[in-house]
């Protein structure tokens, strides 16, 4: 078993659509979750940056984790194509050691 | 935030010679930067951790003698691909991790497209 899991899509929603990215973990030593958004043919930009559980939000994103399920969303709200990209989760336990997932890979169709 | 710049964007070299692609921390000491490769649609592969002043960890699989990394100043680490053949053709991307309190946050350069004909 992996140990972060993310669907890598494609996932193609309509412009103007709430977007929910997720990912799961079986690590429970995991304590700081990040998202990064990747552009094609560029290096991921840190999106989102939590420190154990709950929410929190930065404009159209909210980050949700939830440590009992090892569970962790990425809301975007009215998407825009601007938003199409790859999105990546990453999580780590406070070492240097950061564990990514596979990303997920949106379309938002104008 | 954090800064993290990697230069060249883009590099073509003939097959067989090295060529070496640098990551620098703008705004921050790192002391640990890492160094990934990635395939066309396909996900972050870490290579090797690096760390000031001592010698690079490699994941398994990847051989040290034919991408040498370097970590030589608390901003800059550099990775030479060394003896190029056109299967090292990749998106070569370095990031650098903070220390506290943003715990371990990573960022990443903009990546170096390498091209070996």
């Known amino acids: 078993q992996k140990e972060v899991e993310q669907d890598p899509g494609p996932l193609s929603v309509p412009e103007g659509a709430i977007v929910s990215l997720n990912c799961t973990y079986s690590n429970s030593a995991f304590q700081y979750f990040m998202w990064y958004r990747q552009y094609s043919r560029k290096g991921p930009e840190l999106l989102m940056y939590t420190y154990s559980s709950g929410n929190k939000e930065d404009g159209r994103f909210t980050a949700q984790v939830d440590k009992s399920s090892k569970y962790i969303s990425l809301f975007i709200r009215d998407s825009q194509p601007s938003d199409s990209a790859t999105y990546l989760c990453?999580?780590?336990?406070?070492?240097?050691?950061?564990?990514f997932g596979a990303g997920t890979r949106l379309f938002v169709k104008a | 935030g954090a800064v993290v710049s990697q230069h060249p964007s883009r590099v073509i070299c003939k097959s067989g010679t090295s060529v070496k692609i640098e990551c620098r921390s703008l705004d921050f000491q790192a002391t640990t930067m890492f160094w990934y490769r990635q395939f066309p649609k396909k996900s972050l592969m870490l290579m090797a951790t690096?760390?000031?002043?001592?010698?690079?960890?490699?994941e398994q699989g990847v051989e040290k003698d034919k991408f040498l990394i370097n970590h030589a100043s608390l901003t800059l680490s550099t990775l030479t691909v060394t003896s190029a053949h056109p299967e090292d053709s990749s998106f070569y991307i370095c990031?650098?991790?903070?220390?506290?309190?943003?715990?371990?946050?990573?960022?990443f350069g903009e990546g170096s497209w390498l091209t070996v004909v």
């Open positions: 690096s760390n000031e002043g001592s010698k690079a960890t490699y």
């Open positions: 990031s650098a991790s903070t220390t506290p309190p943003d715990g371990n946050t990573i960022y």
């Open positions: 990453a999580m780590g336990t406070g070492g240097f050691k950061t564990i």
